[in-house]
């Protein structure tokens, strides 16, 4: 029955750290997961989770029966108040638990597919590689176009490139995919000034911006400085713009596996909101009938309890502190050995990654030569190095750009 099945290329963070798994060198280092490690190259369990952990498992009433269609409501709750503080006073939104952020951004795909019907949804150029396969999945009838983003010749953002782009060619009912803050794969966010000039094109063309947050607290380890785009986008024009966000849990309370997010449609009136949710209800009945409980409820307790939510600002902290340690050693390594570029946008880039800039040629000659894997695109991902690892990985970098 099968044999037809054409065969199917593994996407390229999955292969990258495949094929880091299966190589035995003693050095090999994998710079391709987007995972927050400690210095020991182990997955962070945070201490604000644990202790969450323990509250909920001597609650004798901790059971596991399905959740309301919503969600779990403290998590429903919780997610909205990091996300949007007291910017949607008197707005109307529909607000569901999704299956983490990937969930969310497939619910918000396959739910404006079908009742915003779009031509064409833009991605930054370029963005997490999962967003253009969800999207093709949920209607491949949707075209998908880029616009400009990462200008690699000087490592910063091509704002006139984006918004020219936009002004020119997008048109209205399109749906643009934003990255609130700490942008995967290339650690370069807008400022406020582009952030502001963002929404007004996207007033001025009519099109439907989703945001997907899945970083937040790794910008600049404020949860409130992380989320200034998109409360900045439900306070302006009078709060009239309707748009949408896609959030994840997985790295900013380090619940990977757990697969806790949300996702927020933000309405101009309590009737859309409520259409909306019924709509996001009927989906997820067909999809999942019911979200995972467990990681929520660790959520929900965190941010509900003042102790555990001051623990969890000192985690965040601690995860984004690392990565601009990280950050400004593999610096040092690389501009001490005099290695052929500019890398002083390694200091300024923000969260999880950062560009390289390496040709795919010399990102092979990285991992077959020095067993250092970063994606094909040349991303490094911050949390994988250490202070064991960091100047092995520079060395090879040098190396690899100078022999
Ligand atoms: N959006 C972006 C930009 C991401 O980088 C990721 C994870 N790599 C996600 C969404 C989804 O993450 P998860 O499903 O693990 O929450």
Request: proline content about 4%; overall charge neutral.
């Amino acid at each position: 029955w099968f044999d037809e099945i054409p065969s199917i290329a593994t996407d390229s963070t999955l292969a990258a750290m495949e094929a880091c798994k299966a190589d035995t060198h003693e050095k090999k280092v994998d710079l391709s997961p987007g995972i927050y490690h400690d210095d020991n190259s182990s997955t962070w369990v945070l201490p604000s989770v644990k202790k969450a952990r323990e509250v909920l498992l001597a609650d004798k009433s901790l059971n596991h029966n399905l959740q309301p269609q919503n969600g779990h409501p403290g998590l429903v709750s919780v997610a909205r108040e990091l996300t949007f503080s007291d910017t949607l006073d008197g707005r109307s939104i529909a607000s569901m638990q999704a299956i983490s952020g990937t969930g969310a951004n497939h619910l918000v795909a396959r739910f404006l597919s079908d009742v915003l019907q779009p031509k064409t949804v833009w991605f930054s150029n370029p963005t997490w590689e999962n967003h253009r396969e969800i999207w093709r999945h949920v209607n491949p009838a949707i075209n998908q176009r880029n616009y400009p983003y990462y200008d690699d010749r000087t490592s910063t953002i091509d704002s006139q490139g984006m918004l020219s782009t936009l002004r020119g060619h997008a048109s209205r009912g399109d749906v643009i995919i934003l990255q609130a803050c700490a942008h995967n794969p290339t650690g370069v966010d807008p400022s406020r000034e582009l952030w502001e000039a963002i929404a007004a094109v996207c007033e001025e063309k009519g099109l439907f911006p989703v945001f997907d947050s899945a970083y937040q607290g790794f910008a600049t380890g404020n949860i409130d400085n992380d989320a200034w785009a998109i409360r900045h986008f439900a306070t302006r024009s009078n709060g009239t713009m309707e748009f949408a966000v896609a959030q994840s849990f997985s790295k900013n309370f380090g619940l990977y596996g757990e697969r806790v997010g949300a996702l927020h449609i933000v309405t101009r009136s309590n009737e859309s909101a409520a259409k909306a949710e019924a709509k996001l209800k009927k989906i997820q009945r067909a999809e999942i009938t019911s979200t995972p409980s467990f990681g929520a409820k660790i959520v929900a307790t965190i941010v509900q309890n003042p102790a555990l939510r001051e623990q969890w600002q000192q985690d965040l902290q601690t995860m984004s502190g690392r990565l601009q340690d990280m950050r400004k050693r593999l610096y040092d390594e690389l501009t001490k050995r005099n290695t052929p570029g500019n890398w002083s946008h390694l200091l300024t880039d923000i969260g999880m990654f950062s560009m390289t800039g390496l040709s795919p040629k010399r990102v092979a000659v990285l991992r077959n030569n020095f067993h250092v894997y970063l994606l094909p695109t040349s991303r490094l991902a911050v949390p994988c190095l250490t202070t064991g690892n960091v100047e092995y990985v520079a060395e090879s970098i040098h190396q690899v750009l100078t022999v």
